[in-house]
């Protein structure tokens, strides 16, 4: 049997001419129905993916996390590796081009005498000694310098320029190190949560009350301006500074080392004050080392400040997993764009009622939200429904009452 033509008019709203009835449709259905149809069941199926998706994305965001934090390792040992071993290659070259030189012009000098004394050289550069100032009189271990070590030690910055020397300074250091580190966290604790009210929780309650904002827009806004004022006064402004006080430094080397140090990071490949005398040091240091106090001090606020933010809060929430424990913080869930999607097969997200809520109707039952109201000194209590209340104010129900 021959297959019948079949003739089809894509216009809409032009029944399609058809022999016999094909994927449940008759010959009097208008195109345009089909095309709807086909589309409702398209984002059907798409939505039905991307929820799936968004399931399996859910369940293995923790795996997903660390594979990332490994290629991101990964690269950044990669994108060295491009970026330095070149300009390494150079410098070695260099270095050997200089010994050579240096044999030649002093054919009296071994080199097995001269590799001996750059090896002592170097061992004293590690250790803070620097062999090209050794008949100055400056000391690594006068009270300011020890000072400044103390603070970089307690702080784990660490720059590395300045080591003890001798075996009961290694082990003095050890020691003070236990009890210090600790006690340095809890003091920069108990001070981040002393400032977080003044320099956080007020301002935003500022921005809700006299711009009208919500909590979430007044969170974001202060934790902007927040950012940018620590960037301006303890980032930008002191790179200026050091680039003028050291000639040597550039710009961006001078904000190198700030970032270098209020991260806590510390390389020691760059520190002010070592080209300089010994009272300029001394007088480097000891603001290097209320930078870096302050400068930590303000950092562990601005981060607790965008650790509050519930976008932040429900991005820990979707990478912990549908088993994770804690609880969103703040208010006005509903206005997060991310809460839509966070919440497990087996989770409920917990609101808070806000103030403005008021029951439609008054009950006794402890599962109905109510208000609590100020205390009225002014009028009278309202009677509830366990009140006896007047008989001259009750209604009279008789049907022939006045």
Request: hydrophobic letters at 45%; aromatic letters at 10%; a negative charge.
């Amino acid at each position: 049997m021959s297959a019948k033509p079949v003739a089809l008019n894509f216009q809409c709203g032009v029944e399609l001419s058809m022999s016999e009835p094909r994927f449940g449709y008759t010959c009097s259905t208008p195109y345009s129905t089909i095309l709807r149809e086909y589309t409702n069941k398209t984002i059907l199926v798409m939505s039905i993916f991307a929820d799936k998706a968004r399931t399996f994305l859910r369940t293995h965001a923790f795996i997903f996390m660390m594979m990332a934090y490994g290629l991101f390792i990964i690269l950044g040992a990669v994108v060295l590796m491009i970026l330095e071993q070149p300009e390494e290659n150079l410098l070695v070259q260099e270095v050997r081009e200089l010994k050579a030189l240096f044999l030649i012009e002093n054919p009296c000098v071994e080199e097995r005498s001269l590799d001996s004394l750059l090896m002592n050289v170097l061992s004293a550069s590690k250790r803070g000694v620097a062999a090209l100032k050794s008949d100055s009189a400056e000391c690594n271990f006068d009270f300011t310098s020890s000072l400044f070590f103390v603070i970089t030690f307690l702080t784990t910055t660490g720059y590395g320029t300045t080591v003890p020397l001798s075996d009961e300074g290694r082990v003095f250091c050890v020691v003070y190190c236990l009890v210090g580190i600790p006690f340095t966290m809890l003091l920069l604790s108990c001070l981040t949560r002393a400032l977080l009210p003044r320099v956080t929780h007020t301002p935003i309650q500022n921005l809700q009350v006299f711009w009208g904002l919500s909590r979430n827009h007044a969170a974001l806004l202060h934790c902007s301006v927040l950012a940018f004022c620590t960037a301006t006064l303890f980032f930008l402004l002191p790179a200026g500074a050091l680039c003028l006080l050291e000639n040597h430094w550039s710009y961006l080397e001078s904000l190198y080392f700030c970032f270098i140090s209020l991260s806590t990071t510390g390389l020691g490949d760059y520190l002010p004050g070592r080209t300089q005398s010994q009272a300029a040091r001394q007088v480097l240091e000891l603001a290097t080392s209320c930078y870096l106090m302050l400068g930590l001090i303000v950092l562990l606020v601005v981060l607790e400040s965008f650790w509050e933010l519930q976008q932040v809060q429900a991005i820990l929430h979707f990478f912990s997993g549908p088993t994770w424990l804690g609880e969103l913080k703040g208010v006005g869930l509903d206005e997060l764009v991310l809460s839509g999607d966070m919440v497990g097969p087996e989770e409920e997200p917990h609101y808070t009622l806000p103030i403005s809520t008021i029951s439609p109707t008054f009950s006794d039952s402890p599962a109905t939200p109510t208000v609590e109201l100020p205390p009225n000194f002014d009028m009278p209590p309202m009677a509830t429904s366990k009140e006896k209340v007047s008989p001259s104010l009750r209604p009279n129900s008789s049907p022939g009452g006045d």
